[in-house]
């Protein structure tokens, strides 16, 4: 059986993917506050991670070592409006790729559970 990474086309689909959702990120006023001014090393970043995630290459985990997903992210204050928002954009871009209904409902459910488990604010 092949990886979801097999399956969307390797990494430059999590790279489009990641693209996308940082456009959207860029004009949203509840989460650009919460990202650096350049948004090319968190977006690199999270492309090299949800690759490696879905089957793709260690990279990410040799550049920076264990994803620790909650410690990364326990520096920001995250309620329901912040997780919304990614979700909304991250959902948006994944829709956009027209991908197969199992495979865009896979990559939905995982970030809709990924970003429920950071949040750390009411």
Do not use: C, K
């Not at 995250?78 to 790729?97: F, K, P, S, Y």
Request: no cysteine; aromatic share 10%; glycine share 6%.
């Amino acid at each position: 059986m092949s990886t979801l990474h097999e399956r969307v086309g390797g990494q430059e689909f999590f790279d489009r993917l990641v693209e996308r959702f940082y456009q959207a990120v860029e004009a949203d006023p509840v989460l650009r506050p919460m990202y650096p001014e350049d948004l090319n090393e968190p977006a690199a970043h999270l492309a090299l991670f949800l690759g490696q995630y879905w089957g793709g290459p260690a990279t990410y985990s040799e550049q920076r070592g264990h994803p620790r997903l909650r410690m990364r992210h326990v520096q920001f204050t995250i309620g329901l409006a912040e997780r919304n928002a990614w979700l909304t954009h991250m959902v948006d871009a994944v829709r956009a790729e027209e991908l197969d209904p199992a495979t865009e409902s896979e990559l939905v459910d995982y970030f809709e559970m990924a970003s429920r488990t950071l949040i750390n604010s009411v």
